[in-house]
């Protein structure tokens, strides 16, 4: 029987859930070593922090805070997830894996699972709305892979190092063809039209692409282990 990756949101009274309603700058992403949680914060506007602390504070003792330029990291004394009333608390089923970490955003909990059975699926969400949990479904897919190399690849692993300018050099470029074959677009054309040096351009893109390329390696050279049965039958055409 297929695996199914399913991404669902949930809505129900969480403190996290409601800061993020409260204040819709922020989004909040939560790890748990059942000991203590992690919370990353990423804020649009870092001024609104002080008052974002003060609701995490009433709902949870903070016992330290780390801030690294644009990145705030709260920690708690105390899990906060899985207890009475929340999904975590639903999720006993072994068929069920959660994959961290549990995102909030717009008031809205933000959950990852593997499901081994489909079923099992189906039944968690109907008890989660018979209790009334407001919960919609984002994502559902077979799932066909290891789920050890497959579900570390993320969109901060690839594209958190990268500037500003990286990233704009990067769009510009694939918009304006330079990755098709034959090119669209040559890099002097590209950067004329940006009004900044080919040198200057030639130099965003390249800083792009390696750093793209570093965070893909490892995951490229498991992929290469695989039999090639198994990448056919992966393959989408």
């Known amino acids: 029987m297929s695996l199914f990756e399913v991404v669902f949101r949930a809505k129900y009274d969480n403190p996290l859930s409601e800061i993020t309603e409260d204040n819709p700058s922020v989004k909040i992403f939560q790890w748990c070593n059942d000991k203590h949680d992690v919370m990353e914060l990423i804020m649009q506007k870092q001024e609104d922090y002080d008052q974002i602390r003060n609701g995490?504070?009433?709902?949870?003792?903070?016992?330290?805070?780390?801030?690294?330029?644009?990145?705030?990291?709260?920690?708690?004394r105390m899990c906060t997830c899985g207890g009475p009333g929340t999904v975590q608390n639903?999720?006993?089923?072994?068929?069920?894996?959660?994959?961290?970490?549990?995102?909030?955003?717009?008031?809205?909990?933000?959950?990852?699972?593997?499901?081994?059975?489909?079923?099992?699926?189906?039944?968690l969400l109907t008890r989660l709305r018979e209790d009334?949990?407001?919960?919609?479904?984002?994502?559902?897919?077979?799932?066909?892979?290891?789920i050890a190399s497959s579900l570390t690849l993320t969109t901060?692993?690839?594209?958190?190092?990268?500037?500003?300018?990286?990233?704009?050099a990067l769009l510009t470029a694939y918009?304006?063809?330079?990755f098709r074959f034959p090119r669209g677009a040559d890099l002097q054309t590209i950067a004329s039209k940006e009004k900044i040096s080919r040198t200057t351009f030639l130099?965003?893109?390249?800083?792009?692409?390696?750093?793209?390329?570093?965070?893909?390696?490892?995951?490229?050279?498991?992929?290469?282990?695989?039999?090639?049965d198994r990448k056919d039958s992966m393959a989408l055409v």
């Not at 009334?132 to 290891?146: H, L, N, Q, S, T």
């Not at 965003?204 to 390696?217: D, F, R, V, Y």
């Open 56 to 76: 995490m504070s009433r709902a949870m003792e903070i016992i330290d805070e780390i801030h690294n330029g644009e990145n705030t990291h709260v920690i708690t």
């Open 90 to 123: 639903y999720l006993k089923d072994p068929t069920l894996l959660l994959i961290p970490p549990i995102a909030y955003e717009g008031g809205w909990e933000h959950l990852r699972l593997i499901a081994f059975r489909h079923e099992r699926v189906k039944k």
């Open 203 to 228: 130099e965003h893109l390249k800083k792009a692409e390696n750093k793209i390329i570093t965070a893909l390696i490892p995951h490229i050279q498991l992929f290469r282990q695989l039999p090639q």
């Open 175 to 178: 918009a304006q063809g330079y």
């Open 156 to 168: 901060d692993a690839l594209f958190s190092g990268l500037t500003d300018k990286q990233v704009h």
């Open 132 to 146: 009334g949990f407001e919960v919609e479904i984002i994502r559902k897919k077979p799932f066909d892979g290891y």
